[in-house]
């Protein structure tokens, strides 16, 4: 094994101090994906260990943070992702594609109330992204964190026409669900009073 030079150390010094910036977000992936609070800390943990290793293969100008969620899912992947299949409830594996619509295409990103749901999210949106597979849980908040299409794929590791297959089914499958969970909050009409007579 070679030895590691001032300037293999020097980057990886420089590559923490910028990576820092992203702990927020990649501790709100890995909470998706993890499903638990302590593991999720532990796979960020890993993540900057194994990216700092790994300083040395980063280009410089290129986006760091998809750079980094590579890192992290990739971990997960090996540590962490159970052998059995993730269960869906209305996920990529239930929605039907042909269901997709023209009025689709910017319902996550260009609604404001959801383009800020890796921070302010409700208990309904979060159980309906908990409810979809994890490739669709990491399509959904990586698109949402600005990633483009093509960041997403390699991140992912797959192709572009995938990323936006399972990006189309993943905003489908939210979309009847919070419309489910709209119908059943919206309050029914109030009873007519009673206009028998008292006997």
Known sequence: MSPVTGEQRWQAAELGREALAYADTLHNLARY????????EDLVQETYTRALRAAAQFTPGTNLKAWLFRILRNTFISLYRRQRRDPTVGGLDTVNPSQHDATDGGWLRGDLELEHLRTVVGEEIERALMSLSEEARTVVL???EGL???????????????VKSRLSRARLALRHQLADYGRTKTPGPTAPCSTKPSS
């Open 33 to 40: 994906l993890t499903r638990n609070a302590t593991d999720a």
């Open 148 to 162: 483009s299409e093509h960041e997403v794929a390699s991140v992912m590791g797959c192709p572009v026409g995938t």
């Open 142 to 144: 990586l698109d949402l």
